[in-house]
C-alpha cells in the first residue's frame, strides 16, 4: 500500500512539474521567481507520509544544511549500546541486525525531519551490517531519487553529514 501510494504521488509531483506557471499578477515572472513557485509546488503536494523534496532558503537540500533540528539522544544512545553488543560479539549475527534496526530507526527521524543527506547515511550503514535489510534500501532508492527528481547529485557513501544539532529549550 505504501509503495502504491509513493508511486503516485511521485507520477503526481512529475506532472505537476511539468505544469506551465500561472501568473497571479499582471508583470512579468522572472526566471528565479519561476524556480521557487516550482519548488513550493513540490513542497507542498506530497502527501505527509513522503519525505517531501524541499530545499532550504539557502538552496541546498535538506541534510545538506537543511531540515529540522531533531532530538536524537535517544537513537544515538541506541546505536551506542548496540555497537558495544557487536563489539563484544563480532560474529553475531542478532547483535549485527540489533544495530542496523538502531540505524534504520535513525535513518527513518531524521527523513521525517527531512534531514535526507543525515538519514542516507544511516540507511547505508543499516544496509552494509544487514545486506538484506530492505526497508533501508527502500529508502536509499527513495532518497536518491528525490535528489536525481532536483537534479542534484546525493552525497556519496561516507560524506553524508551528521544529523543537525538540536538544542533544547529551557
Known amino acids: 500500500m505504501k509503495v502504491t501510494t509513493i508511486f503516485l504521488v511521485s507520477i503526481f509531483l512529475v506532472a505537476c512539474n511539468n ?3 500561472v501568473a497571479n499578477t499582471s508583470r512579468p515572472i522572472n526566471a528565479a521567481q519561476q524556480s521557487n513557485d516550482a519548488k513550493s ?8 507520509s513522503t519525505p517531501r523534496p524541499v530545499t532550504s532558503t539557502n538552496g541546498k537540500m535538506p541534510g545538506a544544511g537543511g531540515g529540522d533540528p531533531i532530538d536524537t539522544s535517544k537513537f544515538d544512545a541506541d ?3 548496540a555497537e558495544k553488543e557487536l563489539k563484544a560479539n563480532p560474529s553475531d549475527e542478532s547483535a549485527k541486525s540489533a544495530l542496523a534496526d538502531a540505524y534504520f530507526a535513525r535513518g527513518f527521524a ?5 534531514q535526507y543527506a543525515s538519514a542516507l547515511g544511516d540507511y547505508r550503514r543499516a544496509v552494509k551490517l544487514v545486506p ?14 528525490i535528489y536525481s527528481m532536483l537534479k542534484k547529485e546525493a552525497p556519496k557513501e561516507g560524506s553524508e553529514p551528521p544529523p543537525l544539532p538540536f538544542k533544547k529549550e529551557a
Open 132 to 145: 538484506g535489510h530492505e526497508e533501508s534500501k527502500k529508502w536509499i532508492d527513495q532518497i536518491v531519487g
Open 19 to 21: 505544469a506551465p506557471p
Open 110 to 114: 531524521l527523513t521525517e525531519a527531512r
Open 79 to 81: 546505536i551506542t549500546s
Open 41 to 48: 509546488v513540490l513542497a507542498h503536494s506530497a502527501d505527509a
